[in-house]
């Protein structure tokens, strides 16, 4: 069992800046693809970015490139998510999510465990 616990929402203007993290229990850490993923109030949940058991692969939606950046440090059972340039459109609920297979899926139900989410808002 794998328990996820993400931090680091909050309150942002257009333009600026958050780094989300998501710190997972267990020791099985290393061996789990890692996901972010986000809703919106009315939409749907979405793929926002994974990342590999090693990290050396990742994934983006295509609305993120260039502004989002996902990482791990096994070391600390943690991913994080580096966002940048925000935009009133990335507002939702963050939620990160961890994958047995180890390798990274752009589809949510293919993911194991599940975090309770963290809100992001940006204001424009």
């Known amino acids: 069992q794998v328990q996820l616990v993400e931090s680091g929402g909050g309150l942002v203007q257009a333009g600026g800046s958050l780094r989300l993290s998501c710190a997972a229990s267990g020791r099985t850490f290393s061996t789990y693809a890692m996901g972010w993923f986000r809703q919106a109030p009315g939409n749907d949940r979405e793929f926002v970015a994974a990342m590999s058991w090693s990290g050396a692969s990742t994934y983006y939606t295509d609305s993120v490139k260039g502004r989002f950046t996902i990482s791990r440090d096994n070391t600390k059972n943690t991913v994080y998510l580096q966002m940048i340039s925000l935009r009133p459109e990335d507002t939702a609920i963050y939620y990160c999510?961890?994958?047995?297979?180890?390798?990274?899926?752009?589809?949510?139900?293919?993911?194991?465990?599940w975090g309770h989410g963290t809100q992001v808002t940006v204001s424009s």
């Open positions: 999510a961890a994958r047995r297979s180890g390798y990274g899926s752009y589809t949510g139900n293919t993911y194991d465990y």
